[in-house]
């Protein structure tokens, strides 16, 4: 409003018009004769000047507005669409981890590379390294924990034609939610937690847990067994022979 005030006036001043300075509302009010559906609007800072448009030019740019950012959020969602299509790939191919007394065995045949390296690009950015080892350490722990938890609870494509079943089950099993589950039930002993937080990914069901643990203590058993054979065929190699008679 400021500027065509401005303007207003320089026209005057230019066509000999005596006192080329004009009032605001005399300008407001010649706008509103001349121009139709025109609407002023109060600014909301002291620092701002008045505003003017005309409805409907202000209503086809808000309406282009709303179009072009629908079709920019469009093109983003079908972007992270093929990209979740994309991901998957490698998850329903890769080999189902079995717990064989180490919780530090998988590889990369149970962890797809390409479902670590989006969520550690998610996490620290699109770079390839951080300034600080202790920093990229953290990262590729938050990947590596991510990444198992999405490969736990990623459905099948079984679970997702079954229309029967209203219920989610976990048919991956991943170290981090092996030792998640050992933790709670060593600590509490309590079937409500392994279970609680079974619904949410983050442990394996509370009778694995109990499978698992009775393997543990089978495995514990037969190396103590082991270890007392040894212990006890070492001890009789070690004892002097019975000693012969002298004839002499």
């Keep these: 409003m400021c500027d065509l005030q401005k303007a207003f006036e320089n026209i005057l001043e230019?066509?000999?018009?005596?006192?080329?300075?004009?009032?605001?509302?005399?300008?407001?009010?010649?706008?509103?004769?001349?121009?139709?559906?025109?609407?002023?609007?109060?600014?909301?800072?002291?620092?701002?000047?008045?505003?003017?448009?005309?409805?409907?030019?202000?209503?086809?740019?808000?309406?282009?507005?709303?179009?072009?950012?629908?079709?920019?959020?469009?093109?983003?969602?079908?972007?992270?669409?093929?990209?979740?299509?994309?991901?998957?790939?490698?998850?329903?191919?890769?080999?189902?981890?079995v717990f064989t007394g180490s919780l530090e065995d998988v590889g990369n045949d149970n962890l797809p590379e390409e479902l670590y390296s989006f969520f550690r690009w998610v996490i620290q950015g699109l770079i390839t390294e951080l300034s600080s080892k202790?920093?990229?350490?953290?990262?590729?722990?938050?990947?590596?924990?991510?990444?198992?938890?999405?490969?736990?609870?990623?459905?099948?494509?079984?679970?997702?034609?079954?229309?029967k079943s209203e219920v989610l089950r976990l048919t991956r099993e991943m170290p981090q939610q092996l030792a998640v589950g050992l933790a709670f039930h060593q600590a509490t002993r309590s079937k409500e937690l392994v279970s609680m937080h079974n619904g949410f990914g983050m442990s394996v069901e509370y009778n694995r847990l109990l499978r698992v643990e009775a393997q543990i203590e089978a495995s514990v058993l037969q190396k103590m067994q082991c270890n007392a054979i040894m212990e006890s065929t070492l001890h009789q190699k070690a004892e002097p022979g019975d000693a012969k008679p002298d004839l002499r």
């Design 14 to 97: 230019e066509n000999n018009v005596a006192n080329p300075p004009c009032n605001r509302k005399v300008l407001k009010l010649i706008l509103q004769d001349e121009i139709a559906n025109i609407e002023f609007h109060k600014p909301k800072r002291v620092n701002e000047s008045e505003r003017l448009t005309i409805k409907v030019t202000r209503d086809a740019a808000i309406q282009l507005s709303e179009d072009k950012n629908t079709t920019d959020c469009t093109e983003e969602m079908k972007t992270l669409y093929d990209a979740a299509a994309l991901v998957r790939k490698p998850i329903n191919k890769c080999k189902k981890w």
């Design 134 to 163: 202790e920093k990229s350490d953290e990262v590729h722990k938050r990947a590596v924990s991510l990444a198992q938890t999405t490969v736990t609870m990623c459905l099948t494509e079984r679970q997702k034609t079954n229309k």
